[in-house]
């Protein structure tokens, strides 16, 4: 399986995924008009490593800012990760906010709710 | 339009390059104004929803080509601390009633209820094409903190102006 390494942008953040590792990472700004195209190279990876999982999967979501648009894509991303959660392999997702942001802690709360994978609030200082 | 301090308004068509304009000045702008990170992350969110609803509506092809090319019409203040951020656009008769409908059931809405009713559409509502979902509306009243106030005015028989104005809470 191939890693997927984009860059980021003023409208789209990085994503790292190493399937051999189970690591992937969210950083930066997601605000792109359209997200689904952007999310879809993450989504497939995500389908095709349920296939061949390691025994853990680290994700580290560290969004700054994102869009409506985006907020669907990555209950998306995370809807996958909950099929890999309840097939071989233990998933985490820390949810990384700056202190004094209530609403990316909000937004992480959200997502906890819907999703059953095990979810870690991490407060970080403010940049 | 109302006196105060404005920081940046714009009428005409709302493009995908000129979003990334306003976006990166009014970042600059409130870096300057040296405003708390809370209520810039808070602003430059709002004004992202309000500016991709700009966006994605301007693309109907319901509206008329004549009213499209002079379509939007935008505006950021801040006033004794305050900021608020307003939109214009024209939508067609027919799209009215379901708009005034969504944005009353918003309003009538608390925080709590919000929050839950976010989810819901977060989880259990379609993707449009263009990737809106109607979740824009409700993240835009989630974040502001208060109750949004709009407007309909009538242009022709087919026509209508809608205006929404978005008061950032403190």
């Known amino acids: ?127 | 339009m109302e006196k105060g301090n404005i920081m940046l308004s714009f009428k005409g068509e709302v493009t995908s390059d000129l979003l990334t304009s306003i976006l990166q000045i009014m970042e600059s702008k409130m870096e300057t104004l040296d405003e708390s990170p809370k209520i810039k992350k808070k602003v430059y969110n709002i004004l992202v929803e309000c500016l991709q609803n700009l966006y994605h509506h301007i693309d109907e092809d319901d509206v008329s080509t004549i009213i499209k090319e002079n379509s939007a019409l935008f505006m950021i203040k801040k006033e004794d601390g305050e900021y608020s951020i307003m939109t214009g656009n024209f939508i067609t008769k027919d799209n009215v009633d379901s708009l005034k409908h969504r944005l009353d059931k918003i309003n009538q809405m608390d925080k709590d209820e919000l929050k839950d009713y976010y989810k819901e559409v977060l989880n259990n509502g379609e993707m449009s094409a263009k990737g809106g979902g109607g979740l824009g509306m409700i993240d835009i009243a989630r974040k502001s903190g208060k109750k949004l106030e709009y407007h309909f005015d009538k242009v022709d028989d087919y026509h209508y102006f809608f205006s929404l104005n978005i008061k950032v809470a403190q």
């Open chain 1, 1 to 127: 399986m191939k890693d997927i390494k984009i860059e980021g942008s003023p409208k789209t953040p990085i994503i790292e995924f190493n399937p051999s590792t189970g690591y992937l990472l969210v950083r930066g700004r997601s605000i792109p008009e359209n997200s689904i195209d952007f999310y879809k190279s993450l989504i497939d990876a995500l389908e095709a490593y349920n296939i061949n999982s390691q025994p853990d999967t680290k994700v580290d979501i560290q969004l700054e800012y994102f869009n409506t648009s985006s907020s669907k894509c990555i209950l998306d991303v995370f809807k996958k990760l909950e099929v890999i959660n309840s097939g071989g392999s233990n998933v985490v997702i820390n949810w990384y906010y700056e202190e004094d942001d209530e609403d990316m802690l909000e937004a992480g709360e959200d997502y906890q709710a819907i999703i059953n994978v095990p979810f870690k609030m991490i407060e970080v200082e403010e940049k």
